[in-house]
């Protein structure tokens, strides 16, 4: 199923027609094939295509707004969004973008939009094959899926913003059980990219069997202070908490540690923060924001120094500025909030390999996963969280840990950032290298 420009144009009509003093229409079309296997036989095959639509209205300074998957509902669509905009509070910001024409970087690959159930998997078992036969201690296979999308994105409003385009994305994914002397041990895997070619599904699987067998034998360790070491996927969690203080909306709202520190030095010296909609290959790489603005690279954090922030329209309508392109729904079926595209740790100085920063470690542990990262407070910064990992001494890893818990402040943590990695990647639309952090209390 595609989206439907005369659709858009006749609900604009008639809001238009009925009060409305401007409106918009977003319209998205998907197509998803998603394959799982265990034990090299499929488990389950699902396909599924969704279509629906939005209609935003401003009416006397007030929003209104209705969706639908029915084509047949345009009418009960604009009433609905026309009479929400009565209980709605008057708003002085609130507007819709003009029209600029967006730059178009690659983000549909034919490879995925056409590839065929058999080929689907064929994929997911490879990454099965590859953690099974990566050591005779991976044991059992929880979950090995696959999946292959389709998205069709049409933004048409009352300005003359009139867009739309076709992206692609697929996904592998497993888990993986190592045992050994009746220890038992979990390991993920995960990648995804618009293009089918940047996907290692055999790795992904390695990369899974890798993470359960270091942890085999884990034990705990004394409570101490000393060198952390993220790995890319518990720096991109960490990141993923410390963006949300770089949202427009959140520094209104009040709920922001960033607030009032543009031009201020509010992390390490080493590190850059940027989110960047035209990153080639990027996974949220796209053409437009969610409501039409075209996408660009910020910089919000440079050398440590605080740049700005995320804006979509109403939130830059609010600080006098421009929209920095990244207005994001959760569905069609939400309304614009402020989110992130591609954004991920950088530096300008010199980047190290990961053997490079475990080998300058004195004492310390190297974290390969975290749990409950969510629960860090985004408003105080304040983190408890618990963690498992390797243990570095002398350069070398000696032991993987089990059980022990980082406590501090986001705000500190990243200004006690002294190495970064040059092993970016990214976790759906936010990612990191791996970061090694002095100074941090190590707890059991």
């Not at 003009?98 to 064929?122: G, H, N, Q, R, T």
Request: a negative charge; proline letters at 3%; aromatic letters at 8%.
């Amino acid at each position: 199923m595609r989206t439907d420009r005369h659709l858009s144009e006749r609900l604009l009509d008639s809001a238009l027609k009925r009060g409305a003093t401007h409106a918009e229409v977003y319209q998205k079309a998907s197509r998803m094939l998603s394959v799982e296997v265990k034990s090299g036989e499929v488990e389950a095959v699902e396909t599924a295509v969704s279509f629906g639509y939005a209609l935003r209205v401003i009416k006397d300074q007030r929003l209104g707004f209705s969706y639908s998957t029915d084509k047949n509902e345009l009418d009960k669509v604009v009433e609905t969004a026309l009479e929400t905009a009565r209980f709605t509070e008057q708003d002085e910001f609130l507007g819709l973008p003009e029209p600029v024409k967006p730059d178009a970087p690659e983000v549909y690959d034919k490879a995925v939009d056409s590839i065929k159930e058999d080929e689907a998997i064929e994929k997911a078992r490879l990454i099965e094959e590859a953690a099974l036969s990566a050591d005779k201690r991976i044991k059992r296979i929880r979950k090995a899926l696959a999946s292959f999308s389709l998205e069709d994105t049409l933004i048409v409003n009352s300005n003359g913003v009139s867009y739309g385009y076709p992206s692609t994305f697929c996904t592998a994914h497993i888990m993986c059980v190592a045992e050994e002397d009746g220890d038992s041990q979990m390991g993920w895997g995960f990648q995804g990219s618009r293009f089918l070619s940047d996907v290692e599904f055999n790795k992904v699987g390695a990369d899974a069997a890798w993470r359960a067998l270091k942890m085999l034998g884990a034990r705990r360790i004394n409570a101490i202070k000393s060198y952390v070491l993220l790995d890319n996927l518990v720096a991109t969690e960490f990141l993923s908490v410390f963006a949300s203080m770089l949202s427009a909306e959140a520094v209104q709202k009040g709920r922001s540690l960033l607030k009032g520190r543009v031009n201020q030095k509010v992390v390490s010296g080493i590190v850059d923060m940027i989110d960047d909609g035209l990153l080639p290959k990027g996974p949220g790489t796209r053409h437009i924001d969610d409501e039409g603005v075209p996408t660009a690279k910020n910089v919000l954090i440079k050398d440590g120094v605080l740049q700005g922030f995320m804006y979509n329209t109403h939130t830059a309508a609010k600080d006098r500025v421009k929209s920095t392109g990244n207005a994001v729904r959760s569905s069609f079926s939400a309304i614009p909030s402020v989110g992130a595209t591609n954004l991920y740790i950088d530096s300008s100085g010199k980047k190290l390999s990961l053997n490079e920063i475990i080998s300058s470690m004195d004492k310390g542990l190297y974290i390969i996963e975290a749990m409950g990262v969510h629960t860090a407070n985004p408003i105080s910064g304040e983190f408890s969280i618990g963690v498992s990992g390797l243990w570095v001494e002398g350069g070398k890893i000696r032991f993987p840990v089990k059980e022990a818990v980082i406590s501090g402040n986001m705000l500190e943590f990243f200004s006690r950032v002294v190495a970064i990695g040059d092993d970016l990647r990214f976790y759906g639309s936010m990612g990191s290298p791996s970061l090694l952090v002095e100074s941090i209390d190590i707890s059991a």
